[in-house]
């Protein structure tokens, strides 16, 4: 299993000569199986120059699995290459709503004014589904997702192979739901799908004082996100969805603070990085 990150910035596209080394593009990631399956997680700008990758490389069938429907993890999804290709099959795949249906819901930004184009005239064959409750397969990935503490429905994933696992979780702030260290992990928000995974992709969004200043926003601080990874027993934890405010140097300092709280825990916190390859056994 291959992890290629196309887009690690949150909240807003932070393009300019200050974000060059860790990225502007918002949230998408693609994991590529060993037997060609290609899954896209989340639809952020970043999906646009994955999309021009993919239809170089000839790739038919595409499983988009969306966290949930904030602006930055959609906002690509207009500009995905594939889904103007009428020989393409796209399987969306997102957080049910009580309301309207995922279809429904994604239309509303392929209409106007916000684009000049119907949803019912994209070329591409889309299914749209909602994430099941239990664990489902794709290609031989077993795909997990589950709800999380983040405004608005919203999951996280976790795709294992026989040999690895992947936990993703860009917009989450357990923390909001009460002390994370210590607690079962039946109580806390995001452990069904990131307990012992391999890699942990976790919202990193804020340092600690900025946190205190924006509870309940859905985000989380640095030192929760390696409270949380320590929590669920995660081996590796990636550092995700950059403050837009946050420059290549803050990046930088927030690394090296994720470290410093993390000592000898073994999760060495990393930045996650537009174009960084994660290689998993």
């Given at each position: 299993m291959r992890l290629t990150i196309w887009g690690c910035r949150g909240s807003v596209p932070t393009p300019g000569p200050e974000t060059l080394e860790c990225g502007g593009n918002t949230s998408c990631v693609e994991v590529s199986l060993d037997n060609g399956t290609v899954l896209v997680l989340d639809a952020g700008t970043g999906i646009r120059r994955l999309g021009e990758q993919l239809v170089e490389r000839g790739t038919k069938r595409?499983?988009?699995l969306l966290t949930h429907l904030h602006l930055d993890h959609v906002e690509g999804l207009r500009f995905f290459s594939p889904l103007w290709d009428a020989q393409t099959t796209i399987d969306i795949w997102g957080p049910p709503s009580p309301i309207l249906?995922?279809?429904?819901?994604?239309?509303?930004s392929f209409s106007p004014p916000l684009f000049p184009i119907d949803l019912a005239a994209?070329?591409?064959?889309?299914?749209f589904r909602d994430v099941a409750r239990e664990q489902w397969t794709i290609d031989g990935a077993t795909v997990t997702a589950d709800l999380v503490v983040h405004p608005?429905?919203?999951?996280?994933?976790?795709?294992?192979?026989?040999?690895?696992?992947?936990?993703?979780l860009p917009d989450h702030e357990p923390a909001l739901a009460g002390r994370i260290e210590g607690r079962s992990t039946d109580w806390l928000s995001g452990a069904s799908v990131a307990e012992n995974a391999d890699v942990l992709f976790?919202?990193?969004?804020?340092?600690?004082?900025?946190?205190?200043?924006?509870i309940g926003w859905g985000h989380?601080?640095?030192?929760?996100?390696?409270?949380?990874?320590?929590?669920?027993?995660?081996r590796r934890l990636l550092l995700f969805h950059h403050e837009p405010a946050h420059s290549d140097a803050s990046l930088e300092e927030l690394e090296a603070h994720a470290r410093s709280l993390a000592g000898g825990d073994g999760s060495s916190p990393t930045l996650a990085r537009e174009g960084m390859v994660v290689e998993l056994p």
């Amino acid at each position: 299993m291959r992890l290629t990150i196309w887009g690690c910035r949150g909240s807003v596209p932070t393009p300019g000569p200050e974000t060059l080394e860790c990225g502007g593009n918002t949230s998408c990631v693609e994991v590529s199986l060993d037997n060609g399956t290609v899954l896209v997680l989340d639809a952020g700008t970043g999906i646009r120059r994955l999309g021009e990758q993919l239809v170089e490389r000839g790739t038919k069938r595409v499983h988009l699995l969306l966290t949930h429907l904030h602006l930055d993890h959609v906002e690509g999804l207009r500009f995905f290459s594939p889904l103007w290709d009428a020989q393409t099959t796209i399987d969306i795949w997102g957080p049910p709503s009580p309301i309207l249906s995922l279809k429904e819901r994604i239309a509303r930004s392929f209409s106007p004014p916000l684009f000049p184009i119907d949803l019912a005239a994209v070329p591409a064959h889309v299914e749209f589904r909602d994430v099941a409750r239990e664990q489902w397969t794709i290609d031989g990935a077993t795909v997990t997702a589950d709800l999380v503490v983040h405004p608005g429905p919203t999951v996280g994933f976790r795709v294992e192979t026989v040999t690895s696992s992947f936990a993703y979780l860009p917009d989450h702030e357990p923390a909001l739901a009460g002390r994370i260290e210590g607690r079962s992990t039946d109580w806390l928000s995001g452990a069904s799908v990131a307990e012992n995974a391999d890699v942990l992709f976790h919202d990193a969004q804020y340092f600690e004082d900025e946190y205190e200043e924006r509870i309940g926003w859905g985000h989380s601080s640095v030192g929760d996100a390696v409270t949380f990874s320590r929590a669920v027993g995660a081996r590796r934890l990636l550092l995700f969805h950059h403050e837009p405010a946050h420059s290549d140097a803050s990046l930088e300092e927030l690394e090296a603070h994720a470290r410093s709280l993390a000592g000898g825990d073994g999760s060495s916190p990393t930045l996650a990085r537009e174009g960084m390859v994660v290689e998993l056994p």
